[in-house]
Protein backbone atom coordinates (compact mmCIF):
# COMPACT_ATOMS: atom_id res chain seq x y z
CA UNK A 1 0.00 0.00 0.00
CA UNK A 2 1.12 3.91 -0.46
CA UNK A 3 0.26 6.63 0.53
CA UNK A 4 -2.95 7.16 -1.44
CA UNK A 5 -4.22 4.10 -0.73
CA UNK A 6 -3.93 5.00 3.11
CA UNK A 7 -5.67 7.86 2.86
CA UNK A 8 -8.31 6.42 0.76
CA UNK A 9 -8.89 3.95 3.86
CA UNK A 10 -8.86 6.33 6.34
CA UNK A 11 -11.36 8.47 4.72
CA UNK A 12 -13.72 5.75 3.84
CA UNK A 13 -13.71 4.33 7.88
CA UNK A 14 -14.16 7.92 9.14
CA UNK A 15 -17.52 7.98 6.97
CA UNK A 16 -18.49 4.95 7.89
CA UNK A 17 -18.09 5.77 11.41
CA UNK A 18 -20.20 8.94 11.03
CA UNK A 19 -22.84 6.49 9.40
CA UNK A 20 -22.43 4.08 12.16
CA UNK A 21 -23.13 7.43 14.65
CA UNK A 22 -19.85 7.46 16.50
CA UNK A 23 -18.59 9.56 18.49
CA UNK A 24 -17.28 12.40 16.52
CA UNK A 25 -13.71 13.08 18.02
CA UNK A 26 -12.82 9.25 16.80
CA UNK A 27 -14.09 10.01 12.99
CA UNK A 28 -12.22 13.62 13.12
CA UNK A 29 -8.88 11.58 14.49
CA UNK A 30 -9.43 9.34 11.05
CA UNK A 31 -10.06 12.53 9.07
CA UNK A 32 -6.84 14.71 10.47
CA UNK A 33 -4.72 11.79 9.91
CA UNK A 34 -5.67 11.34 6.57
CA UNK A 35 -5.09 14.78 5.89
CA UNK A 36 -1.82 14.57 7.71
CA UNK A 37 -0.75 11.94 5.06
CA UNK A 38 -1.95 13.54 2.06
CA UNK A 39 1.00 16.47 3.77
CA UNK A 40 3.48 13.92 3.76
CA UNK A 41 6.14 14.61 1.19
CA UNK A 42 7.65 11.37 1.85
CA UNK A 43 6.79 7.58 1.20
CA UNK A 44 5.07 6.27 4.52
CA UNK A 45 6.48 3.09 4.14
CA UNK A 46 9.51 4.54 4.74
CA UNK A 47 8.47 6.29 7.74
CA UNK A 48 7.51 3.04 9.54
CA UNK A 49 10.55 1.71 8.03
CA UNK A 50 12.22 4.53 10.34
CA UNK A 51 9.86 3.76 13.53
CA UNK A 52 8.43 7.51 13.35
CA UNK A 53 4.96 6.77 11.98
CA UNK A 54 3.88 8.65 15.29
CA UNK A 55 6.00 11.86 14.34
CA UNK A 56 3.09 12.56 11.66
CA UNK A 57 1.00 15.08 13.24
CA UNK A 58 -2.74 13.61 14.47
CA UNK A 59 -1.15 10.39 14.44
CA UNK A 60 -0.58 8.42 17.72
CA UNK A 61 -0.11 4.74 18.81
CA UNK A 62 -3.46 3.67 17.67
CA UNK A 63 -3.48 4.99 14.26
CA UNK A 64 0.41 3.94 13.69
CA UNK A 65 -0.88 0.32 14.65
CA UNK A 66 -3.39 0.66 11.79
CA UNK A 67 -0.90 1.82 9.28
CA UNK A 68 1.61 -0.67 10.45
CA UNK A 69 -1.26 -3.14 9.69
CA UNK A 70 -2.39 -2.05 6.21
CA UNK A 71 1.54 -1.73 5.24
CA UNK A 72 2.39 -5.22 5.99
CA UNK A 73 -0.72 -7.18 5.53
CA UNK A 74 -2.55 -4.79 3.01
CA UNK A 75 -5.50 -5.28 5.05
CA UNK A 76 -7.32 -3.62 7.74
CA UNK A 77 -8.77 -5.83 10.00
CA UNK A 78 -11.10 -3.62 11.63
CA UNK A 79 -12.46 -1.98 8.40
CA UNK A 80 -13.48 -5.60 7.90
CA UNK A 81 -15.79 -5.63 10.78
CA UNK A 82 -16.98 -2.02 9.91
CA UNK A 83 -18.56 -3.35 6.31
CA UNK A 84 -20.60 -6.03 8.48
CA UNK A 85 -22.41 -3.22 10.74
CA UNK A 86 -21.86 0.12 7.73
CA UNK A 87 -22.32 -1.29 4.42
CA UNK A 88 -19.62 0.43 2.18
CA UNK A 89 -21.60 1.84 -0.38
CA UNK A 90 -23.37 3.47 1.84
CA UNK A 91 -20.32 6.23 1.57
CA UNK A 92 -21.36 7.36 -1.98
CA UNK A 93 -24.49 8.36 -0.81
CA UNK A 94 -22.90 11.19 1.55
CA UNK A 95 -21.78 12.39 -2.28
CA UNK A 96 -25.02 13.56 -2.63
CA UNK A 97 -25.45 17.31 -1.86
CA UNK A 98 -27.40 17.91 1.47
CA UNK A 99 -27.33 13.98 2.18
CA UNK A 100 -25.43 13.85 5.67
CA UNK A 101 -24.35 10.57 7.74
CA UNK A 102 -27.50 10.82 9.85
CA UNK A 103 -29.65 11.02 6.87
CA UNK A 104 -27.87 8.17 5.31
CA UNK A 105 -28.38 6.20 8.65
CA UNK A 106 -32.35 6.91 8.08
CA UNK A 107 -32.51 6.15 5.14
CA UNK A 108 -30.63 2.52 5.41
CA UNK A 109 -32.35 1.93 8.51
CA UNK A 110 -35.81 2.49 7.17
CA UNK A 111 -36.20 1.83 3.47
CA UNK A 112 -33.07 -0.74 3.17
CA UNK A 113 -31.22 1.74 0.76
CA UNK A 114 -27.54 1.46 0.16
CA UNK A 115 -26.44 2.07 -3.26
CA UNK A 116 -27.05 5.38 -5.14
CA UNK A 117 -29.61 4.06 -7.42
CA UNK A 118 -31.40 2.49 -4.52
CA UNK A 119 -31.47 6.28 -3.05
CA UNK A 120 -32.76 7.45 -7.06
CA UNK A 121 -35.61 5.08 -6.99
CA UNK A 122 -36.82 5.48 -3.30
CA UNK A 123 -37.05 9.15 -3.74
CA UNK A 124 -38.72 9.08 -7.45
CA UNK A 125 -41.11 6.91 -6.02
CA UNK A 126 -42.35 9.65 -2.90
CA UNK A 127 -40.63 6.68 -0.18
CA UNK A 128 -38.09 9.28 1.05
CA UNK A 129 -40.86 11.92 2.16
CA UNK A 130 -42.73 9.35 4.11
CA UNK A 131 -39.71 9.43 6.90
CA UNK A 132 -40.18 11.23 9.88
CA UNK A 133 -38.28 14.79 9.25
CA UNK A 134 -38.25 14.78 5.42
CA UNK A 135 -41.59 16.27 3.65
CA UNK A 136 -41.93 16.61 0.07
CA UNK A 137 -39.52 19.53 -0.04
CA UNK A 138 -36.17 17.42 1.03
CA UNK A 139 -37.09 14.64 -1.14
CA UNK A 140 -37.15 17.29 -4.03
CA UNK A 141 -33.95 19.12 -3.08
CA UNK A 142 -32.42 15.63 -2.75
CA UNK A 143 -33.59 14.64 -6.31
CA UNK A 144 -32.47 17.70 -7.96
CA UNK A 145 -29.02 17.02 -6.09
CA UNK A 146 -28.48 13.46 -7.22
CA UNK A 147 -29.01 15.14 -10.72
CA UNK A 148 -26.52 17.60 -10.65
CA UNK A 149 -23.80 14.82 -9.05
CA UNK A 150 -24.59 12.41 -12.17
CA UNK A 151 -24.46 15.40 -14.21
CA UNK A 152 -21.21 17.19 -12.88
CA UNK A 153 -19.94 14.57 -10.33
CA UNK A 154 -18.59 15.71 -7.30
CA UNK A 155 -14.57 15.95 -8.76
CA UNK A 156 -13.48 18.81 -6.86
CA UNK A 157 -12.57 21.98 -9.83
CA UNK A 158 -9.03 22.56 -11.17
CA UNK A 159 -7.18 25.96 -9.95
CA UNK A 160 -7.05 26.70 -13.72
CA UNK A 161 -10.42 26.37 -14.26
CA UNK A 162 -11.55 28.20 -11.38
CA UNK A 163 -9.41 30.97 -11.31
CA UNK A 164 -10.20 32.84 -14.99
CA UNK A 165 -14.33 32.45 -13.62
CA UNK A 166 -13.77 33.78 -10.58
CA UNK A 167 -11.33 36.75 -11.96
CA UNK A 168 -14.21 37.53 -14.27
CA UNK A 169 -17.32 37.17 -11.80
CA UNK A 170 -15.26 39.52 -9.36
CA UNK A 171 -14.89 42.24 -12.28
CA UNK A 172 -18.56 42.76 -12.90
CA UNK A 173 -19.28 42.46 -9.18
CA UNK A 174 -16.62 45.33 -9.21
CA UNK A 175 -18.58 47.58 -10.89
CA UNK A 176 -21.50 47.54 -9.01
CA UNK A 177 -22.01 51.37 -7.59
CA UNK A 178 -21.11 51.56 -3.88
CA UNK A 179 -18.57 48.47 -3.96
CA UNK A 180 -15.31 49.16 -2.28
CA UNK A 181 -13.47 46.09 -2.37
CA UNK A 182 -13.62 42.88 -4.05
CA UNK A 183 -11.54 39.45 -3.37
CA UNK A 184 -11.80 35.62 -3.65
CA UNK A 185 -10.96 33.42 -0.58
CA UNK A 186 -11.17 30.19 0.37
CA UNK A 187 -9.05 27.09 -0.88
CA UNK A 188 -8.64 29.56 -4.38
CA UNK A 189 -7.04 32.19 -3.13
CA UNK A 190 -4.98 29.88 -0.82
CA UNK A 191 -4.24 28.50 -4.62
CA UNK A 192 -5.15 24.50 -3.51
CA UNK A 193 -4.60 22.34 -6.59
CA UNK A 194 -7.80 21.50 -6.48
CA UNK A 195 -11.04 23.84 -5.55
CA UNK A 196 -14.34 22.41 -3.81
CA UNK A 197 -16.30 25.95 -4.31
CA UNK A 198 -15.17 29.18 -5.12
CA UNK A 199 -16.04 31.56 -2.09
CA UNK A 200 -16.25 35.66 -2.98
CA UNK A 201 -16.16 38.60 -1.03
CA UNK A 202 -17.83 41.86 -1.52
CA UNK A 203 -17.41 45.07 0.78
CA UNK A 204 -19.80 47.35 0.45
CA UNK A 205 -22.54 49.59 2.59
CA UNK A 206 -25.52 47.79 0.54
CA UNK A 207 -25.59 44.20 -0.27
CA UNK A 208 -28.57 44.29 -2.02
CA UNK A 209 -27.47 45.29 -5.50
CA UNK A 210 -24.48 43.04 -5.62
CA UNK A 211 -26.61 40.07 -4.17
CA UNK A 212 -28.79 41.25 -7.41
CA UNK A 213 -26.60 41.07 -10.09
CA UNK A 214 -24.71 37.92 -8.31
CA UNK A 215 -27.77 35.68 -8.52
CA UNK A 216 -28.33 36.85 -12.14
CA UNK A 217 -25.12 35.94 -13.77
CA UNK A 218 -25.36 34.71 -17.05
CA UNK A 219 -22.68 32.19 -15.90
CA UNK A 220 -25.09 30.45 -13.33
CA UNK A 221 -27.06 28.00 -14.29
CA UNK A 222 -29.25 28.04 -10.83
CA UNK A 223 -29.39 29.64 -7.27
CA UNK A 224 -29.01 28.22 -4.79
CA UNK A 225 -29.47 29.86 -1.54
CA UNK A 226 -30.03 33.82 -1.71
CA UNK A 227 -29.88 35.92 2.01
CA UNK A 228 -29.34 39.55 2.51
CA UNK A 229 -25.90 38.76 2.74
CA UNK A 230 -24.71 35.76 1.74
CA UNK A 231 -25.55 33.80 -1.30
CA UNK A 232 -24.79 30.63 -3.28
CA UNK A 233 -25.04 30.21 -6.83
CA UNK A 234 -24.07 27.13 -9.17
CA UNK A 235 -22.28 27.41 -12.44
CA UNK A 236 -23.01 25.56 -15.72
CA UNK A 237 -19.78 23.93 -14.97
CA UNK A 238 -21.25 22.80 -12.06
CA UNK A 239 -19.01 24.71 -9.83
CA UNK A 240 -20.61 26.52 -7.02
CA UNK A 241 -20.18 29.78 -5.98
CA UNK A 242 -20.08 31.46 -2.61
CA UNK A 243 -20.56 35.19 -2.30
CA UNK A 244 -20.60 37.49 0.91
CA UNK A 245 -21.57 40.94 1.20
CA UNK A 246 -20.03 42.90 4.58
CA UNK A 247 -19.23 46.43 5.37
CA UNK A 248 -15.88 47.74 4.97
CA UNK A 249 -14.81 47.95 8.11
CA UNK A 250 -14.61 44.65 9.07
CA UNK A 251 -12.54 43.45 5.59
CA UNK A 252 -9.60 42.34 7.49
CA UNK A 253 -11.67 39.72 9.60
CA UNK A 254 -13.97 38.61 6.98
CA UNK A 255 -11.28 37.80 4.13
CA UNK A 256 -8.90 36.19 6.99
CA UNK A 257 -11.58 33.87 7.92
CA UNK A 258 -13.00 33.20 4.54
CA UNK A 259 -9.73 31.98 3.04
CA UNK A 260 -9.12 29.96 5.96
CA UNK A 261 -7.84 27.17 5.81
CA UNK A 262 -10.32 25.95 8.70
CA UNK A 263 -7.27 24.39 10.13
CA UNK A 264 -4.99 27.53 10.41
CA UNK A 265 -8.34 29.92 11.27
CA UNK A 266 -8.56 27.38 14.52
CA UNK A 267 -5.09 27.70 15.48
CA UNK A 268 -5.81 31.83 15.09
CA UNK A 269 -8.74 31.30 17.79
CA UNK A 270 -6.84 30.01 19.93
CA UNK A 271 -4.08 32.83 20.08
CA UNK A 272 -7.35 35.25 20.17
CA UNK A 273 -8.59 33.34 23.49
CA UNK A 274 -5.09 33.57 24.99
CA UNK A 275 -5.69 37.40 24.70
CA UNK A 276 -8.99 36.95 26.05
CA UNK A 277 -10.90 38.00 22.48
CA UNK A 278 -12.92 35.47 20.30
CA UNK A 279 -12.50 36.14 16.77
CA UNK A 280 -14.97 35.58 13.89
CA UNK A 281 -15.73 37.30 10.20
CA UNK A 282 -17.22 40.10 11.99
CA UNK A 283 -14.67 41.05 14.70
CA UNK A 284 -12.48 40.26 17.41
CA UNK A 285 -14.61 40.53 20.72
CA UNK A 286 -13.37 40.40 24.42
CA UNK A 287 -15.28 37.13 25.71
CA UNK A 288 -16.93 37.53 29.07
CA UNK A 289 -15.02 38.75 32.07
CA UNK A 290 -12.22 39.58 29.64
CA UNK A 291 -12.01 43.84 30.38
CA UNK A 292 -9.81 44.65 27.53
CA UNK A 293 -10.85 47.63 24.67
CA UNK A 294 -13.80 48.36 27.73
CA UNK A 295 -15.28 45.13 26.39
CA UNK A 296 -15.80 46.82 22.60
CA UNK A 297 -15.07 44.77 19.50
CA UNK A 298 -11.97 45.50 17.69
CA UNK A 299 -12.62 45.93 13.80
CA UNK A 300 -10.28 45.37 11.44
CA UNK A 301 -10.35 46.74 8.00
CA UNK A 302 -7.09 44.53 6.55
CA UNK A 303 -5.60 41.46 7.66
CA UNK A 304 -2.47 42.62 8.63
CA UNK A 305 -4.24 44.29 11.37
CA UNK A 306 -5.82 40.62 12.38
CA UNK A 307 -2.38 39.17 12.31
CA UNK A 308 -1.17 42.24 13.82
CA UNK A 309 -3.66 42.16 17.02
CA UNK A 310 -2.53 38.46 17.12
CA UNK A 311 1.35 39.03 17.69
CA UNK A 312 1.85 38.07 14.06
CA UNK A 313 3.66 39.20 11.12
CA UNK A 314 1.43 39.03 7.88
CA UNK A 315 1.15 35.24 6.85
CA UNK A 316 0.60 34.72 2.88
CA UNK A 317 -2.65 33.21 2.07
CA UNK A 318 -0.92 30.09 -0.02
CA UNK A 319 0.81 29.33 3.57
CA UNK A 320 -2.42 29.21 6.01
CA UNK A 321 -2.42 25.41 5.92
CA UNK A 322 -1.43 24.66 9.59
CA UNK A 323 1.87 23.28 8.21
CA UNK A 324 3.82 25.42 11.03
CA UNK A 325 3.58 29.06 9.41
CA UNK A 326 2.41 30.48 13.12
CA UNK A 327 4.94 29.10 14.85
CA UNK A 328 7.06 30.47 11.84
CA UNK A 329 5.23 33.70 12.55
CA UNK A 330 5.64 33.69 16.17
CA UNK A 331 9.54 33.33 15.73
CA UNK A 332 9.78 36.02 12.73
CA UNK A 333 10.76 33.59 10.23
CA UNK A 334 8.35 33.13 7.94
CA UNK A 335 10.02 32.81 4.55
CA UNK A 336 10.40 35.48 1.99
CA UNK A 337 8.32 33.92 -0.92
CA UNK A 338 9.28 34.00 -4.27
CA UNK A 339 7.12 36.40 -6.28
CA UNK A 340 5.68 35.61 -10.16
CA UNK A 341 7.89 39.07 -10.94
CA UNK A 342 11.17 37.27 -9.58
CA UNK A 343 10.84 35.15 -12.53
CA UNK A 344 13.16 36.04 -15.74
CA UNK A 345 13.40 32.50 -17.55
CA UNK A 346 11.09 29.60 -18.44
CA UNK A 347 13.16 26.76 -18.65
CA UNK A 348 10.83 24.74 -21.18
CA UNK A 349 8.85 25.39 -24.14
CA UNK A 350 7.93 23.96 -27.68
CA UNK A 351 7.63 25.12 -30.85
CA UNK A 352 6.38 24.59 -34.31
CA UNK A 353 9.80 21.91 -34.32
CA UNK A 354 7.28 19.21 -32.18
CA UNK A 355 3.72 20.35 -30.85
CA UNK A 356 3.68 23.72 -30.50
CA UNK A 357 2.09 26.46 -32.12
CA UNK A 358 4.87 28.94 -32.64
CA UNK A 359 7.87 29.19 -33.86
CA UNK A 360 11.17 29.59 -31.91
CA UNK A 361 11.31 33.31 -32.76
CA UNK A 362 7.60 34.09 -31.90
CA UNK A 363 7.65 32.26 -28.77
CA UNK A 364 11.02 34.32 -27.66
CA UNK A 365 9.10 37.25 -28.89
CA UNK A 366 5.58 36.24 -26.12
CA UNK A 367 8.33 35.32 -23.59
CA UNK A 368 9.81 38.54 -23.62
CA UNK A 369 6.71 40.40 -23.76
CA UNK A 370 5.76 39.15 -20.39
CA UNK A 371 9.52 40.35 -18.88
CA UNK A 372 11.25 37.23 -19.19
CA UNK A 373 15.23 37.41 -20.38
CA UNK A 374 15.66 33.94 -21.62
CA UNK A 375 13.69 30.93 -22.14
CA UNK A 376 15.07 27.22 -23.11
CA UNK A 377 13.68 25.55 -26.61
CA UNK A 378 13.07 22.09 -25.47
CA UNK A 379 10.99 20.11 -28.22
CA UNK A 380 10.07 16.61 -27.80
CA UNK A 381 12.82 13.72 -28.66
CA UNK A 382 12.18 11.05 -31.17
CA UNK A 383 10.69 8.76 -29.75
CA UNK A 384 7.77 10.14 -28.43
CA UNK A 385 5.42 9.83 -31.47
CA UNK A 386 2.52 11.69 -30.92
CA UNK A 387 3.73 14.79 -29.78
CA UNK A 388 5.80 14.68 -33.10
CA UNK A 389 9.41 14.16 -31.42
CA UNK A 390 12.30 14.77 -33.33
CA UNK A 391 15.34 12.58 -34.86
CA UNK A 392 18.70 13.58 -34.13
CA UNK A 393 19.14 15.02 -37.02
CA UNK A 394 16.52 17.52 -36.72
CA UNK A 395 17.48 18.49 -33.52
CA UNK A 396 21.47 19.36 -34.94
CA UNK A 397 19.05 21.13 -37.74
CA UNK A 398 17.36 23.41 -34.85
CA UNK A 399 20.60 25.14 -33.53
CA UNK A 400 20.71 27.26 -36.64
CA UNK A 401 16.99 28.27 -36.20
CA UNK A 402 17.98 29.27 -32.49
CA UNK A 403 21.31 30.98 -33.72
CA UNK A 404 18.74 33.41 -36.31
CA UNK A 405 16.58 33.57 -33.59
CA UNK A 406 18.87 34.70 -31.35
CA UNK A 407 20.65 37.17 -33.59
CA UNK A 408 16.88 38.26 -34.58
CA UNK A 409 16.43 39.01 -30.35
CA UNK A 410 19.41 41.12 -29.67
CA UNK A 411 21.26 40.98 -26.74
CA UNK A 412 19.00 41.84 -24.15
CA UNK A 413 17.40 37.93 -24.92
CA UNK A 414 18.67 34.57 -24.73
CA UNK A 415 17.29 31.48 -26.64
CA UNK A 416 18.98 28.32 -25.09
CA UNK A 417 18.89 25.29 -27.11
CA UNK A 418 17.58 22.13 -25.23
CA UNK A 419 15.22 18.97 -25.48
CA UNK A 420 12.69 17.84 -23.69
CA UNK A 421 13.93 14.35 -23.74
CA UNK A 422 11.72 11.25 -23.23
CA UNK A 423 13.10 8.85 -20.56
CA UNK A 424 11.55 5.48 -22.15
CA UNK A 425 9.92 2.84 -20.70
CA UNK A 426 13.17 0.31 -20.71
CA UNK A 427 14.86 3.49 -18.42
CA UNK A 428 16.89 4.60 -20.90
CA UNK A 429 17.25 7.68 -23.01
CA UNK A 430 16.03 8.64 -26.32
CA UNK A 431 19.25 10.48 -27.10
CA UNK A 432 22.85 9.44 -26.82
CA UNK A 433 25.49 11.16 -25.34
CA UNK A 434 26.90 12.94 -27.85
CA UNK A 435 24.18 14.46 -28.81
CA UNK A 436 23.13 15.70 -25.15
CA UNK A 437 27.03 17.49 -24.77
CA UNK A 438 25.85 19.48 -28.34
CA UNK A 439 22.98 20.96 -26.45
CA UNK A 440 22.48 23.95 -23.83
CA UNK A 441 20.15 22.56 -21.55
CA UNK A 442 19.01 19.14 -20.88
CA UNK A 443 15.41 18.09 -19.78
CA UNK A 444 14.26 14.40 -18.74
CA UNK A 445 11.21 13.59 -18.16
CA UNK A 446 8.50 10.45 -17.88
CA UNK A 447 4.97 10.29 -20.43
CA UNK A 448 4.27 7.08 -21.10
CA UNK A 449 4.32 3.46 -18.52
CA UNK A 450 3.85 5.68 -15.39
CA UNK A 451 2.10 2.74 -14.12
CA UNK A 452 5.35 0.64 -13.74
CA UNK A 453 5.98 -0.98 -10.06
CA UNK A 454 7.26 1.68 -8.16
CA UNK A 455 10.67 0.95 -7.91
CA UNK A 456 10.69 -0.11 -12.19
CA UNK A 457 9.63 3.40 -12.51
CA UNK A 458 11.61 5.12 -9.60
CA UNK A 459 15.00 3.29 -11.41
CA UNK A 460 14.20 4.67 -14.56
CA UNK A 461 13.89 8.28 -13.66
CA UNK A 462 17.08 7.42 -11.03
CA UNK A 463 18.67 6.89 -14.52
CA UNK A 464 18.31 9.91 -15.59
CA UNK A 465 18.42 11.97 -12.51
CA UNK A 466 22.18 10.43 -12.51
CA UNK A 467 23.17 10.99 -15.71
CA UNK A 468 25.81 13.80 -16.14
CA UNK A 469 24.03 15.32 -19.09
CA UNK A 470 20.48 15.78 -17.85
CA UNK A 471 20.02 19.46 -16.21
CA UNK A 472 16.51 19.49 -15.39
CA UNK A 473 13.84 16.28 -14.55
CA UNK A 474 10.15 18.07 -15.86
CA UNK A 475 7.17 17.04 -14.04
CA UNK A 476 8.60 14.21 -12.39
CA UNK A 477 5.72 12.35 -11.39
CA UNK A 478 3.61 12.77 -14.95
CA UNK A 479 0.42 13.21 -13.31
CA UNK A 480 -2.26 14.82 -14.67
CA UNK A 481 -5.19 16.42 -13.07
CA UNK A 482 -8.07 15.26 -12.20
CA UNK A 483 -7.69 11.75 -12.61
CA UNK A 484 -4.48 9.96 -13.74
CA UNK A 485 -2.83 9.81 -10.59
CA UNK A 486 1.19 10.05 -12.19
CA UNK A 487 3.68 7.33 -11.23
CA UNK A 488 3.96 5.97 -7.53
CA UNK A 489 7.39 7.40 -7.12
CA UNK A 490 9.73 6.82 -4.01
CA UNK A 491 10.12 10.43 -3.97
CA UNK A 492 12.91 10.74 -1.01
CA UNK A 493 14.96 8.72 -3.17
CA UNK A 494 14.92 10.77 -6.44
CA UNK A 495 15.13 14.14 -4.47
CA UNK A 496 18.03 13.18 -2.63
CA UNK A 497 19.81 11.99 -5.71
CA UNK A 498 18.25 15.09 -7.18
CA UNK A 499 20.27 17.02 -4.33
CA UNK A 500 23.75 14.66 -4.79
CA UNK A 501 23.76 15.17 -8.37
CA UNK A 502 22.89 19.21 -9.01
CA UNK A 503 19.51 17.67 -10.91
CA UNK A 504 16.98 20.96 -10.99
CA UNK A 505 13.83 19.77 -10.50
CA UNK A 506 10.97 21.09 -11.83
CA UNK A 507 7.60 22.36 -10.89
CA UNK A 508 5.24 22.47 -14.05
CA UNK A 509 3.33 25.44 -13.75
CA UNK A 510 0.45 23.54 -16.14
CA UNK A 511 -2.67 23.54 -13.86
CA UNK A 512 -3.16 19.95 -15.11
CA UNK A 513 0.32 19.00 -13.87
CA UNK A 514 1.70 21.40 -10.92
CA UNK A 515 4.31 18.87 -10.53
CA UNK A 516 5.88 18.90 -7.94
CA UNK A 517 3.12 19.18 -6.18
CA UNK A 518 3.51 22.03 -2.86
CA UNK A 519 4.17 18.79 -0.36
CA UNK A 520 7.23 17.25 -2.65
CA UNK A 521 8.19 20.76 -3.01
CA UNK A 522 8.52 21.47 0.56
CA UNK A 523 10.72 18.25 1.23
CA UNK A 524 12.84 19.22 -1.83
CA UNK A 525 13.97 22.27 -0.59
CA UNK A 526 14.76 20.29 3.16
CA UNK A 527 16.86 17.79 1.21
CA UNK A 528 18.99 20.95 -0.90
CA UNK A 529 17.36 20.23 -4.35
CA UNK A 530 17.24 22.81 -6.50
CA UNK A 531 13.74 24.16 -8.37
CA UNK A 532 12.66 26.19 -11.60
CA UNK A 533 9.17 26.97 -12.15
CA UNK A 534 8.29 26.43 -16.32
CA UNK A 535 5.29 27.10 -18.09
CA UNK A 536 5.96 23.93 -20.40
CA UNK A 537 4.35 26.43 -23.04
CA UNK A 538 3.01 25.37 -26.91
CA UNK A 539 1.33 28.40 -26.90
CA UNK A 540 2.24 32.19 -26.17
CA UNK A 541 -0.70 32.56 -24.16
CA UNK A 542 0.28 29.29 -22.00
CA UNK A 543 3.17 31.40 -20.54
CA UNK A 544 0.85 32.92 -18.22
CA UNK A 545 0.16 29.75 -16.67
CA UNK A 546 3.95 30.35 -14.74
CA UNK A 547 1.65 31.74 -11.89
CA UNK A 548 0.13 28.98 -10.65
CA UNK A 549 3.28 27.31 -10.54
CA UNK A 550 4.67 30.58 -8.55
CA UNK A 551 1.84 29.96 -6.27
CA UNK A 552 2.91 25.61 -5.97
CA UNK A 553 6.31 27.20 -5.22
CA UNK A 554 4.71 29.41 -2.19
CA UNK A 555 3.01 26.42 -1.04
CA UNK A 556 5.71 24.72 -0.65
CA UNK A 557 7.55 27.23 1.24
CA UNK A 558 9.80 28.61 -1.60
CA UNK A 559 12.03 31.52 -1.70
CA UNK A 560 13.16 32.72 -4.65
CA UNK A 561 17.10 31.75 -4.22
CA UNK A 562 15.32 28.54 -4.34
CA UNK A 563 14.04 28.77 -7.42
CA UNK A 564 17.16 28.50 -10.30
CA UNK A 565 14.74 30.41 -12.92
CA UNK A 566 14.82 33.76 -10.63
CA UNK A 567 19.02 33.76 -10.99
CA UNK A 568 21.10 35.75 -13.40
CA UNK A 569 21.13 33.47 -16.39
CA UNK A 570 25.30 33.39 -15.99
CA UNK A 571 24.74 32.05 -12.69
CA UNK A 572 22.79 28.97 -13.91
CA UNK A 573 24.82 28.53 -16.51
CA UNK A 574 27.21 27.95 -14.16
CA UNK A 575 25.48 25.71 -11.72
CA UNK A 576 24.41 23.52 -14.28
CA UNK A 577 25.97 19.72 -14.59
CA UNK A 578 29.08 19.40 -16.59
CA UNK A 579 30.42 22.83 -17.78
CA UNK A 580 31.63 21.05 -20.92
CA UNK A 581 28.07 21.80 -22.35
CA UNK A 582 26.71 25.24 -20.42
P1 LIG B 1 -12.76 23.96 -0.65
O1 LIG B 1 -13.89 24.84 -1.00
O2 LIG B 1 -13.17 22.60 -0.21
O3 LIG B 1 -11.73 23.88 -1.73
O4 LIG B 1 -11.99 24.58 0.62
P2 LIG B 1 -12.20 25.99 1.32
O5 LIG B 1 -11.03 26.19 2.22
O6 LIG B 1 -12.47 27.05 0.31
O7 LIG B 1 -13.45 25.74 2.26
P3 LIG B 1 -14.94 26.32 2.27
O8 LIG B 1 -15.37 26.78 0.92
O9 LIG B 1 -15.77 25.28 2.91
O10 LIG B 1 -14.87 27.54 3.26
C1 LIG B 1 -14.11 28.69 2.95
C2 LIG B 1 -13.38 29.15 4.16
O11 LIG B 1 -14.31 29.57 5.17
C3 LIG B 1 -12.56 28.07 4.84
O12 LIG B 1 -11.28 27.95 4.26
C4 LIG B 1 -12.50 28.57 6.24
C5 LIG B 1 -13.83 29.25 6.44
N1 LIG B 1 -14.78 28.33 7.09
C6 LIG B 1 -15.85 27.76 6.52
N2 LIG B 1 -16.49 26.98 7.41
C7 LIG B 1 -15.80 27.07 8.54
C8 LIG B 1 -15.95 26.49 9.84
O13 LIG B 1 -16.86 25.71 10.11
N3 LIG B 1 -15.02 26.82 10.77
C9 LIG B 1 -14.00 27.67 10.47
N4 LIG B 1 -13.11 27.95 11.40
N5 LIG B 1 -13.84 28.21 9.29
C10 LIG B 1 -14.72 27.93 8.34
CA1 LIG C 1 -14.23 27.04 -1.12
CA1 LIG D 1 -17.54 27.77 0.25
ZN1 LIG E 1 7.00 19.71 -22.29
Known sequence: MNNRDVIE??????DMLAIRGDQIHRILAYRKAAESIGDLGRDI???????????????GKTLAAKIEEMLTTGELEFYDRLSEEVPPSLVDLLRVEGLGPKRVKQIYDNLGVVTLEELTAAAAAGKLSELPRMGKKTEAKLLAAIEA?????????????????????LTLLAEVPGVSKTAVAGSLRRMRETIGDVDLLVAAGDPEPVMELFCNLDLAESVSARGPSKSRIV????????????PPERWGTLLSYFTGSKDHNVRLRELALKQGLSLNEHAFTPVDGASGNGGAEILCDNEEAVYGTLGLSYIAPTLR????EIEAAQADRLPQLVQLADLRADLHMHTTWSDGRLTILEMA?????RGLHSIVIS???????????????????????????????GPEFTILHGTEMEIKADGRLDYPEDVLTQLDFVIASLHTSLS???????????????????????????????DRAGADLDMDMVLESAAATGTILEINANPRRLDLRDTHVRRALQLGVKIAINSDAHRAEQIDLLHYGVATAQRGWATAADVVNTWPLADLLATIKGDDHG
Open 9 to 14: MFDRVA
Open 379 to 409: DHSASLGIANGISIERLLQQREDINAANEEM
Open 321 to 324: EDRG
Open 45 to 59: NQIYAEGSLTDIPGI
Open 365 to 369: QAAQA
Open 452 to 482: QPREQVTDRLLNAVWNPFVDMIAHPTGRLLP
Open 235 to 246: LHSGLGVDLRVL
Open 149 to 169: LQKHGDERALLGDAWPVAQEI
